[in-house]
């Protein structure tokens, strides 16, 4: 009567799905099988080349079915256990035992196949690992520097006089000028005091502006400029009918009271014209003071010079910076930002890593330890072993010390990278997660959700993978990522997209064409399998017996055309 059971499995054939195999078979024993005082168990194995895995039996005991004279005694149990890449031909086998408790008699059934093992899909997940690096903090672009430097003139004259030329100010501005120092713009704003003699003359404060770039023009041919003067432009600013200076220098002034200063600003910011409101001061008794005092310094040409600060070529930095990693230059030659700008211009990660250490002896900084763990990271994706294990466990302990010198979302990340790397799944969701809450840049953004999106996926987490692979980078590994967690949703015809998507932007995607194989597959159409499939073996010949022994083309394996292709 065994032959007559109904046992069915759910999936069939079975599948892996976060590292574990997960089932749920249902028996239902025929009616008048189970017998009074009788004991059925079904015991299952999952068998794999000569060995085999013996999973929980499933018992009818006679006594907890009282019916089962006139009704199917039914059992439905869920199953689960690892997977173990050994497993990934097999077959679920069930055996049916028939035996007495009182005597320890019993018989048994066949052993009955009743359902294949395993569609390992889900284990074609690709990582995907971004080294996070930190800003260099070197600025190559240019800067400007201003120099200022103001000049006084006597009431109601424009002209430099010899006493300022020679003065402190003058001869450190000669002194600058001699410097050849590469001068982009000097803009010189000519002033005046509001009173009678400087008011009168409008030109006056134009006039001062334009002494002092004349001043300027000599130095320059003094000290031979030649060219370099074409390439200055020279901006005079003349400043007429303005109150601000005398303002300003009222507010700090000590030789009138704040009720004699609020009178001068009551004027000042009153109505009337310009003239006006100066013929008013003039009545003030505090005036004379004020103007022997203040205006002065109103008379003025202020000049401020931007010129281009000094910087060595990118070549120039890079060339020191290797000098220095090999010990044959001395450290003083360049700033630590200098190296840090060296290293990031640096393909070779042997010599990237050089000139970070070298940084780090320089300037011990949360920046410098994050991209020195960033730059270990990515050679340890290169590597494997023991030599694999040592590269991580270094840039970890850089990313640790860096988060303690200062919390920052590159070392963050990098440690999600890191553990990730190191199939410590949970820990490193963790930390990418946490390096998402910091407020990422976009490309750290992108790169932590295309890492998230990859656990996720063997994690078995289908929702959240497609969630982060949204939000994730364009690179082919994250967009093969998204079309598997689809596939694995059974959203298939958005997973078939998903891949020719991938394979028009890079042929060279082997798995991409053979995961289309697998969505065509799951949607019953053999043209898009055969096309796929023949492009994934012919651009890596080790498929061919992949795709032979892979379930999800069990439909198709004995059709001519299939066969044809994996010859």
């Excluded at 196949?113 to 600025?139: C, K, M, R, W």
């Excluded at 003071?289 to 205006?295: G, S």
């Excluded at 809450?437 to 996720?456: C, F, L, S, W």
Aim: charged share 25%; no cysteine.
């Amino acid at each position: 009567m065994s032959k007559d059971q109904g046992l069915t499995v759910e999936p069939t054939p079975l599948e892996v799905h976060g590292n574990e195999v997960n089932f749920t078979m249902s028996a239902n024993l025929p009616v008048k099988m189970l017998k009074p005082k009788k004991v059925y168990t079904l015991n299952s194995y999952y068998q794999y080349g000569t060995q085999e895995k013996q999973l929980a039996p499933v018992v009818f005991n006679a006594k907890d079915y009282p019916n089962s004279g006139t009704e199917q005694p039914k059992v439905t149990k869920e199953y689960s256990f690892a997977y173990d890449p050994a497993m990934s031909r097999g077959n679920l086998l069930v055996q049916g035992v028939a035996s007495n408790p009182k005597t320890g008699n019993f018989v048994e059934s066949e052993k009955l196949i009743i359902a294949e093992g395993l569609i390992t899909t889900s284990t074609l997940v690709q990582p995907s690992y971004f080294a996070s690096y930190s800003d260099h903090g070197y600025n190559d672009k240019e800067e400007l520097i201003p120099t200022n430097v103001e000049f006084f003139f006597e009431q109601g004259r424009s002209v430099l006089r010899p006493v300022e030329k020679n003065s402190d100010r003058g001869s450190r501005f000669a002194a600058f000028i001699a410097e050849k120092n590469a001068t982009k713009t000097v803009t010189i704003t000519g002033t005046h005091s509001p009173e009678g003699k400087d008011r009168i003359n409008a030109d006056l404060a134009k006039e001062r502006a334009v002494a002092i770039e004349t001043w300027y023009r000599e130095q320059m041919d003094k000290y031979d400029y030649q060219g370099l003067a074409s390439q200055i432009r020279f901006i005079t600013k003349p400043v007429i009918d303005d109150w601000n200076n005398l303002k300003a220098m009222l507010s700090s002034y000590n030789g009138i009271s704040s009720a004699q200063k609020t009178e001068w600003t009551n004027i000042i910011n009153g109505s009337g014209s310009f003239e006006q409101k100066e013929k008013e001061l003039q009545k003030l008794s505090t005036y004379k003071q004020v103007f022997k005092d203040i205006y002065p310094q109103l008379r003025t040409a202020k000049t401020e010079v931007l010129t281009i600060k000094p910087k060595k070529s990118r070549e120039e930095i890079i060339s020191l910076a290797k000098s220095i990693a090999q010990g044959r230059g001395s450290a003083d030659q360049l700033s630590g930002e200098e190296l840090a700008y060296a290293a990031s211009f640096t393909p070779s990660l042997e010599e990237k890593k050089s000139i970070y250490e070298a940084a780090a002896k320089k300037n011990d900084t949360w920046s410098v330890h994050n991209n020195l763990g960033a730059v270990t990271m990515e050679m340890a994706m290169a590597a494997s072993g023991r030599e694999r294990t040592n590269m991580l466990r270094d840039a970890i302990n850089h990313f640790e010390i860096s988060n303690q010198k200062n919390a920052n979302v590159q070392a963050q990340a990098n440690l999600g990278m890191a553990q990730a790397m190191q199939n410590n799944n949970q820990a490193a969701l963790d930390a990418l997660n946490k390096a998402l809450t910091m407020n990422p840049g976009n490309d750290v953004r992108q790169g932590v959700n295309g890492a998230k999106g990859a656990i996720e996926i063997k994690m078995a987490n289908y929702d959240a993978a497609l969630s982060s692979l949204g939000n994730a980078t364009n690179r082919s590994v994250d967009q093969y990522n998204k079309g598997m967690a689809q596939l694995l949703k059974k959203d298939f015809r958005s997973a078939q997209s998903t891949f020719e998507t991938v394979i028009s932007n890079d042929r060279a995607y082997v798995w991409a064409h053979y995961l289309a194989a697998v969505a065509a597959a799951r949607q019953s159409n053999e043209n898009k399998v055969i096309e796929n499939l023949r492009n994934a073996v012919n651009a890596d010949a080790s498929l061919k017996a992949k795709a032979l022994s892979d379930l999800e083309f069990r439909e198709f394996s004995g059709t001519q055309a299939f066969i044809d292709i994996l010859k």
